[in-house]
């Protein structure tokens, strides 16, 4: 769990505790009430554990503070949604997921993207996109729904043609060289990024393997605006929103973009890539 999101279940903890001491409970009395463990009780106002919906009612129906139910739930699933298993997340299939985001995208003025590995999803081919997905679909062993996982995936890509968007995006050469699909994908994935690096809406930088680095690379991330970072990790998705986060993951993409290279030596980077497969 992120340090944002251990603070915000801190604090919720906290506001359940002045709830039960509002109702002059001490924590032994709530147990006794509630059936539970008084250990229980430590944990959720700590912080230590995550308080279920049924938790909170129960908490509430024993605290006379039964107003607070609808609040407390929303405040609850927030935290749950700073850290989102994927295997909760693709509990469905890919499709949703991606349908999911196009609100998000539809919305946001100004992207920052960094990906040291593969390259970024609102730039793949159809083809690329698919075997990523076969990927994900086999490792998290969820329903496969490949085919309208792309077709939304595709969808997402009208931003990059329409409207005010801009597309901050730094690839590491690895991405270049990354083989997702095989031979035949990966030339095809390369011609696009040839196609796409002049468009007006999107800037499109490549960190040279030799490149000094100004800041370490780490784990692959979107910001949305100044409002919103979504951090991939292999088991979940992390959202950050709280201010001080945001700030630091606007200069980490700053130092990362001074590593970068654009317009032709971008593109030589791309060709060799592409040279390399053919």
């Not at 085919?147 to 409207?163: C, I, K, N, S, T």
């Not at 060289?177 to 035949?184: A, E, F, K, S």
């Not at 196609?195 to 784990?219: D, K």
């Amino acid at each position: 769990m992120s340090h944002q999101a251990q603070q915000a279940r801190e604090a919720f903890g906290a506001r359940l505790r002045d709830l039960r001491k509002d109702a002059g409970l001490t924590g032994r009395a709530l147990a006794d009430l509630a059936d539970w463990q008084l250990s229980k009780i430590s944990k959720i106002e700590h912080g230590k554990q995550n308080a279920s919906e049924e938790d909170i009612r129960a908490w509430c129906r024993h605290s006379n503070a039964e107003d607070q139910v609808p609040d407390l739930i929303a405040t609850v699933r927030h935290i749950e949604s700073m850290w989102l298993e994927w295997r909760r997340t693709l509990q469905t299939g890919v499709k949703v997921r991606q349908q999911r985001s196009l609100s998000l995208y539809r919305k946001t003025k100004v992207f920052r993207v960094y990906h040291p590995t593969v390259v970024w999803g609102t730039l793949q081919t159809a083809e690329y996109s698919s075997a990523a997905f076969r990927q994900m679909v086999d490792f998290f062993e969820i329903p496969d729904d490949i085919d309208a996982g792309v077709a939304a995936r595709m969808e997402r890509q009208q931003f990059l043609y329409h409207g005010d968007h801009r597309y901050n995006v730094v690839l590491g050469e690895q991405a270049l060289h990354t083989n997702i699909g095989g031979p035949d994908v990966m030339r095809g994935q390369l011609d696009r990024l040839l196609a796409s690096i002049s468009l007006p809406r999107l800037s499109l930088g490549i960190i040279p393997m030799r490149s000094p680095y100004h800041i370490w690379p780490a784990n692959a991330f979107i910001m949305f605006d100044n409002r919103m970072v979504m951090v991939e990790t292999y088991s979940a998705e992390l959202t950050v929103t709280q201010p001080r986060e945001l700030a630091l993951y606007a200069k980490a993409f700053a130092l990362l973009h001074r590593s970068a290279v654009y317009g032709r030596p971008a593109r030589d980077l791309i060709a060799k890539a592409l040279a390399d497969f053919n």
